[in-house]
């Protein structure tokens, strides 16, 4: 085992088939004593023997749910491997009823030629990508957001290696640079004098 987690979290990956989610949330239970993963397509697989979407997903998320505030509860970090492309999704697996929990979404960067290579390696076909574009949306802000590049080996251990450096700090991942802040209005004023005192000046007719 590589390391301590700081504090209880809930880590939920987001990304195209191919990114790189469940080498990542294999890597982090791999090296982390206290973290459990949640595989959703292997929840799919294991009920009803199927891909997404499968018969009743309803009662797969249901389950996630089920599973993820009951490892919280007994002191176990989750990771929840799972596409979730859009907001509604990524929401859902990251609101617990557990309390005092770091929740972050992990969100893949990769470029669409990797991903395309990699979905007809594995699957014959570029249908997962074409899937998953379609309900893609970009994330909210308000959240604290990791943006995890693995377009090869390499930089897949450069970005583990910044995660895991955060997962074991004594940071909390809403600082700044994690953080979409919300301007204040002083700041806005202030943002906007500077950005006339640049503009050049008009002659007066």
């Known amino acids: 085992m590589g390391g301590s ?11 195209y088939p191919g990114a790189g989610k ?9 090296d982390h004593l206290h973290l459990a993963r949640i595989g959703v397509d292997e929840l799919r697989e294991m009920f009803f023997h199927e891909v997404y979407p499968c018969r009743d997903e ?16 007994k002191g176990y970090s989750v990771v929840i491997d799972s596409t979730a492309p859009d907001n509604v999704t990524r929401e859902f697996l990251l609101t617990s009823k557990v309390t005092r929990v770091n929740s972050l979404l992990v ?27 379609k309900r893609w949306e ?23 290696a910044s ?10 991942p809403f600082k700044p640079e994690f953080q979409q802040r919300i301007l204040t209005l002083k ?19």
């Open 138 to 160: 970009n994330p909210k802000g308000g959240i604290a957001i990791f943006k995890f590049k693995s377009n090869n080996p390499q930089e897949f251990e450069a970005y583990y």
């Open 5 to 15: 987690l700081k504090g209880l979290w809930l880590i939920v990956l987001s990304g």
């Open 187 to 205: 700041e806005i004023r202030e943002a906007l004098k500077i950005f006339l005192a640049k503009r050049p000046k008009t002659r007066q007719s």
């Open 58 to 73: 309803f009662l797969v998320y249901s389950m996630i749910a089920e599973m993820r505030d009951a490892l919280l509860k």
């Open 163 to 172: 995660l895991k450096e955060l997962l074991e700090s004594e940071t909390h």
């Open 107 to 133: 969100v893949f960067n990769v470029e669409k030629e990797v991903l395309v290579e990699r979905s007809v390696e594995r699957f014959g076909t570029t249908r997962p990508i074409e899937a998953y574009d």
């Open 22 to 30: 469940t080498l990542l949330a294999k890597r982090l239970v791999t």
